[in-house]
Every structure is written in C-alpha cells, then in structure tokens.
C-alpha cells in the first residue's frame, strides 16, 4: 500500500525549449507507463495535449501525469517556459516537493533559467538541475556548470559529467556511485563500467564534495568520512535526502531526454534521494499555524490548486491532499463559502486522461470532476476543522488592453468567456472599465494576450 513516504512530487521548470516535456515523455517510457515514446515536434507527447499547444510546438499550460518506479510513485508536473505563463508555474510549485530545473547546455543559463530559479527561492523548493541535450553539437557542459555556480552559487554540484560531448556523446561519469554509464548508439539502458584512469581525479574530487556535503548535517558521519575517506551508499543516501531538502545542495545531472541518455539514473535519483511530502516543512495555513503531512490525520484537508474546463465534463479540479486520506464519497466543506462538496469520483492523471482511483492519502495528487462550487485557491476540509492551506499569490499583470465583441449583442458572451478564462488562469485579470466605458484584460505580457485570443 502506497503510503506519504513513498510520494515524489516533482515539477518540470525551464527555459522554452531546454527540453522539459521530451524529458517527462521519456521518464513515462523509461517507467513503462507508456509503450511508445512520442514527441513534441509531432504533436504525440503525453503532456502537451491541447490544440494550441500541438500546433505552436511547446507548452502552454501545466500538466500532471506520474510514474511508478520501484517502490514509489513519482508524480510529474510540466511547466510552460514562457513567463507569460507564470500562473502555471507558480501553482505547480505550490504542491511540488523538488524542481528539476532542466537547462539546454547548447545555450547555458537563460534569462527564463533565472526567473524561475528566483521562484523556487521563494518557495524554498528543493532544486535538481537536469542538463540537457548533451549530444547537440553546440552543447558546452563546462560552460553551463560555471554559469550555474556563478549565479545560484557554490550549492551547485555535478554529481555526472559527460565524457564527450556532442554527435560523440555516448558516456556520463557519475561521480555520486563513481561509475562510468556507456549508452548504445541509439541510447536507452547503459552500460556501468569502471571509470576510466584518465577521468579518475576528476571524479574522485568530485565524488568528496558530495561527501561533504552529504556529511554536514550528521556529526557522526562527518566523524566516519575523516575517518574512513568516505561513507558508504546507506550513509550517503540518508546525508543528501537531507541536504537536499534542507536546501543545502543543488545537484547537476546529465542526460539526453530525445535519446533517452541519462534519464534512468535521474529517476532512480529522484526515488532515492528526493525528499516526501513529509520530509518537507509543513504546509502554512492562512491562520499562521502549519499542517504535517499525515495520512493518518482525521481532518482530511485538499487544496484545489489549479482549475480547467472541458467540453461534456464541466469544470475538472486539480488538487493535492495535505493531510488525511481522501476517499470516494467524502463530504468535506469549502473553506471559502462554508458550503458542502461531496467528493464522487477521485482520479489520478496521466496527461488528458484519467484513471479513476478509490482514495489519495496525504501529499498526493489527483483530479476532481463537476464539483459544485470549489474553485482554484480553495481549500476542501472536515466539518469543524480549521485547516485553510495558504493561499496562491499571483504576480500583478504587466499589460493590458482593450477587447470589443465581434457584434454589439455578443457582449455577455464575451464577458462570460474570459470570466471562464479567469477561473482557469487565475493571472488573467477582467476589468470592466467606467471612465473609458471599455472592457479591458490585464495579462502577463503579449504572448499571454494572443493565446486568450485564440
């Protein structure tokens, strides 16, 4: 039986185009939860599924999907790389547990690698960085690694680092399990080889840094790393699960998402050093007190942290449980509006599709379809409890402009269109405006304009 311990909830940030909806494609394919590997060039990936997104090429709105993977289940969330689409990173970060912070070694730190890293600043999110595209002919590592040091300081450590790059990209040192990974020509499950002479001083100082690291926050390994040179792979899981959620480490891994170079090992990364929901600090409620992530908690309390609409569905709730166990048939009460929601059907998702589920326990996440009136933002508890997770905060709009029906009797229409928009994306702000008798939409810049259009 799944319990909170062994939920990783991980969201995919990055730059447009560094390579975040190829690499959640391929870690579904590396799992097995899907057959065939699509991608975003056709159309065929998991995450963007949506019209718009099939025919501009990228992301535009966030997606849940997950994985199991060994004994844990690894719920995904990719992110849009443009800032115009804020409001979806800024939700998704809301009920993550780690970013994975992918970044294109062909072009180093972006400006969009920068505002983002500044939001899982303010989230106080644990941060992998995932360098991708090692095999593109202009990808320069070292480049990118000094770039990263340079701006989100010495926190950042490779734990690999190719042995070429490149058309030649074939191997990744990894200096966590000192082992070499070998890939067939086409990519796909490596080879572990010993670390070739050549790279073995490299890979050894390397190795003691994430030692260190590993060892600060526990005095009796920090007494076994001087005495012995080192720790063993028990004792270095349980010194990075720390410093990782203490935020005190920034690993760097390597990977190729297109030819699926890398990602096995970043998964089994995330499985075993990755922090729960419950190694994380408890969510904050609105009245100042703090709620831990226990299944076991009588006071089951869901937070509604993102809201679409669907042709013959009606309105569908994303949501995570912070505490106790949501079960089929549950009446809790919407903290907002005092009213009661009686929970039908719980699903989990897999892109636009969904598996309907008996119950989530505390720190998962899953879907709600045709609740009354629960809205994103909203918290969901018992009656009599006061849990009321803490809100979103959403950036303030950058641009505006005025929009006119398409005919002088199409004005409500309009009206209750964009209030739709609203409800999905919340960033999306409807002023009906006195002074210049004008309906006017404040948005997160241009793109953001043009996609409401569409």
């Keep these: 039986m799944l319990k909170t311990e062994n939920i990783r909830n991980i969201v995919f940030m990055g730059h447009s185009g560094s390579g975040k909806t190829s690499l959640a494609e391929t870690m579904l394919f590396e799992s097995g939860a899907i057959s065939r590997k699509g991608n975003v060039d056709d159309g065929t990936t998991v995450s963007d599924y949506t019209t718009i997104e099939k025919e501009r090429g990228s992301s535009i709105f966030s997606t849940l999907m997950h994985v199991n993977w060994r004994d844990n289940k690894i719920n995904m969330v990719d992110t849009p790389g443009s800032d115009d689409f804020?409001?979806?990173?800024?939700?998704?970060?809301?009920?993550?547990?780690?970013?994975?912070?992918?970044?294109?070694?062909?072009?180093?730190?972006?400006?969009?690698?920068?505002?983002?890293?500044?939001?899982?600043?303010?989230?106080?999110?644990?941060?992998?960085?995932?360098?991708?595209?090692?095999?593109?002919?202009?990808?320069?590592?070292?480049?990118?690694?000094?770039?990263?040091?340079?701006?989100?300081?010495n926190k950042v450590v490779?734990?690999?680092?190719?042995v070429l790059e490149g058309s030649g990209f074939n191997a990744i040192i990894d200096a966590l399990r000192m082992v070499m990974y070998v890939f067939p020509d086409g990519g796909g499950k490596p080879q572990k080889v010993e670390i070739?002479?050549?790279?073995?001083?490299?890979?050894?100082?390397?190795?003691?840094?994430?030692?260190?690291?590993?060892?600060?926050?526990?005095?009796?390994?920090?007494?076994?790393?001087?005495?012995?040179?080192?720790?063993?792979?028990?004792?270095?899981?349980?010194?990075?699960?720390?410093?990782?959620?203490?935020?005190?480490?920034?690993?760097?891994?390597?990977v190729s998402a297109i030819r699926n170079m890398g990602t096995g090992r970043l998964m089994g990364f995330l499985n075993d050093i990755a922090p729960s929901p419950g190694d994380r600090p408890h969510a904050k409620l609105e009245n100042g007190g703090t709620l831990a992530a226990n299944a076991s908690d009588p006071n089951t309390t869901v937070f509604v942290y993102k809201t679409t609409s669907e042709p013959q569905v009606g309105m569908v709730s994303y949501f995570k449980v912070y505490a106790g166990t949501l079960k089929n048939g549950d009446e809790l009460i919407n903290t907002d509006h005092q009213h009661h929601e009686r929970i039908n059907?719980?699903?989990?998702?897999?892109?636009?599709?969904r598996i309907a589920v008996t119950e989530l326990i505390a720190g998962d996440l899953g879907v709600m379809v045709k609740l009354k009136d629960t809205h994103t933002n909203e918290t969901l508890t018992v009656k009599?409890?006061?849990?009321?997770?803490?809100?979103?905060?959403?950036?303030?709009?950058?641009?505006?402009?005025?929009?006119?029906?398409?005919?002088?009797?199409?004005?409500?229409?309009?009206?209750?269109?964009?209030?739709?928009?609203?409800?999905?994306?919340?960033?999306?702000?409807?002023?009906?405006?006195?002074?210049?008798?004008?309906?006017?939409?404040?948005?997160?810049?241009q793109l953001h304009l043009d996609i409401i259009k569409y």
Excluded at 217 to 242: A, H, R
Excluded at 399 to 411: C, F, H, Q
């Design 345 to 353: 059907q719980i699903f989990v998702a897999e892109g636009k599709n």
């Design 384 to 445: 009599g409890s006061s849990n009321i997770i803490q809100k979103i905060h959403w950036p303030e709009p950058r641009i505006r402009t005025a929009v006119v029906p398409p005919g002088k009797n199409d004005m409500e229409k309009l009206v209750k269109a964009l209030q739709q928009i609203h409800e999905e994306d919340p960033t999306l702000i409807l002023e009906q405006n006195a002074q210049f008798k004008q309906l006017i939409i404040h948005g997160q810049g």
């Design 196 to 254: 070739p002479p050549s790279e073995l001083g490299r890979a050894k100082e390397l190795h003691n840094t994430i030692v260190e690291a590993a060892a600060e926050n526990d005095d009796t390994l920090m007494d076994k790393y001087f005495e012995n040179g080192t720790l063993t792979e028990e004792e270095l899981t349980s010194g990075l699960k720390i410093a990782l959620a203490n935020l005190q480490i920034f690993p760097v891994f390597c």
């Design 158 to 162: 490779p734990f690999q680092y190719p």
């Design 86 to 153: 804020v409001g979806e990173v800024i939700s998704s970060l809301k009920i993550a547990d780690t970013a994975l912070m992918v970044v294109n070694t062909a072009h180093g730190i972006e400006v969009g690698t920068e505002i983002l890293w500044e939001y899982t600043e303010n989230f106080h999110t644990p941060c992998v960085f995932v360098f991708n595209q090692l095999d593109h002919d202009k990808s320069n590592y070292q480049m990118t690694l000094d770039q990263a040091i340079n701006r989100f300081g």
